[in-house]
C-alpha cells in the first residue's frame, strides 16, 4: 500500500493545497478529502491518478478546505454517468451531516440529469462512531474526534494483519482516540507551525497542534512512522528541515513531512 499526498496545507495556504490524500493498494484507491475546490482534479492528474479510477471515498468533516473538492469529484463521476462514460459503481462515506450536506449542494449546483445518480450509482453512505466497514477490501473502522468546532471522524485502518494506520483528522489527538491511535503503524496527525513559533500562528487558538505536540503524542502512544499535515505554508521551502529538527527531539520512531504530490510506501 502507499499514501499520495494530493495536499499538506491548512486552509489559507497559497504555496501548497489543502490536506487530502490517496491511499493505493494495486487497482483500489481510496481519497480521503478533496480539498477547497477543482484543484482536486489537477492535483490527481499530476500524481498519475485518474479521477474515475477513484471509487471510495471519505469525507472527515464539512469545512470548506476538505468538502469542496469532494463536490467536484461529485460533478465529475455523474457527469461521466450521464454520458455512459463511467462504469460501474462510486462510493463516498462520511457521517450524516456531510453525506446530507453533499447531498444539498449537489442538488442545489449540478443539472437534475447527473444528481439523478445520486444514490443510485453514487452511493452516499453515512456511517457511525465506532462502526467498521470495509474500503478497499481492509477493515475501516471510523471514529468520533470530538471536535468543539464541527464534527469530525477520524479512521483507523487494518493495513496488514496486526498492523493499523490511523488517522486522527485536522485536529490534535484526544484521549478518547488513544484506543485508535496507540500502536498505530501508521500515524497521520495535523501539525499547525512549529512549537516555536506557536506565539506567531497561534495553533491552540484554532484547535491545532505543533510539531512538539503531535511529536509527543505519538512517542507516547508507540507510534511506529508519524506523518505531519495541515501546516501552515509561511516556512514551506524549509519546512522539512525545520519540522524534523523540532520533531527528532520529541519523536523517535520515523517520521514523515511530505511535500504536495510526495507517494510514500506504507
Given at each position: 500500500m502507499k499514501i499520495t499526498m494530493l495536499g499538506t496545507g491548512h486552509a489559507l495556504v497559497t504555496e501548497c493545497y489543502n490536506t487530502c490524500f490517496v491511499l493505493s493498494e494495486q487497482e483500489k484507491h481510496l481519497l480521503v478529502d478533496g480539498g477547497g475546490g477543482n484543484t482536486i482534479l489537477w492535483q490527481l492528474k499530476r500524481a498519475g491518478i485518474h479521477w474515475a479510477e477513484i471509487r471510495e471515498i471519505f469525507v472527515t468533516h464539512k469545512h470548506v478546505d476538505h468538502l469542496m473538492g469532494i463536490?467536484?469529484?461529485?460533478?465529475?463521476?455523474?457527469?461521466?454517468?450521464?454520458h455512459d462514460a463511467y462504469e460501474g459503481e462510486a462510493r463516498i462515506y462520511a457521517h450524516e451531516e456531510v453525506i446530507e450536506l453533499i447531498r444539498y449542494i449537489?442538488?442545489?449546483?449540478l443539472q437534475e440529469k447527473e444528481i439523478r445518480f445520486l444514490d443510485d450509482r453514487l452511493h452516499l453512505i453515512t456511517v457511525t462512531d465506532k462502526e467498521t466497514r470495509n474500503l478497499m477490501g481492509?477493515?475501516?473502522?471510523?471514529?468520533?474526534?470530538?471536535?468543539?468546532?464541527?464534527?469530525?471522524?477520524?479512521?483507523t485502518m487494518e493495513i496488514e494483519k496486526g498492523e493499523k494506520l490511523t488517522c486522527c483528522g485536522d485536529e490534535p489527538y484526544k484521549e478518547c482516540e488513544k484506543n485508535y491511535v496507540e500502536n498505530s503503524k501508521w500515524l497521520l496527525h495535523e501539525a499547525f507551525c512549529l512549537h516555536e513559533q506557536a506565539d506567531r500562528f497561534r495553533p491552540y487558538e484554532k484547535a491545532h497542534s505543533t510539531v512538539k505536540d503531535a511529536c509527543q503524542v505519538a512517542e507516547r502512544l508507540k507510534v511506529e512512522n508519524l506523518l505531519l499535515y495541515h501546516t501552515e505554508d509561511d516556512n514551506i521551502k524549509r519546512r522539512k528541515e525545520l519540522y524534523h529538527a523540532e520533531g527528532e527531539q520529541y519523536f523517535h520512531g520515523n517520521l514523515y513531512i511530505p511535500e504536495d504530490l510526495e507517494v510514500l510506501e506504507l
Open positions: 463536490i467536484w469529484m461529485v460533478r465529475m463521476i455523474c457527469h461521466s454517468m450521464n449537489s442538488s442545489q449546483l481492509k477493515p475501516v473502522t471510523f471514529f468520533d474526534i470530538q471536535s468543539s468546532k464541527a464534527k469530525q471522524y477520524g479512521f
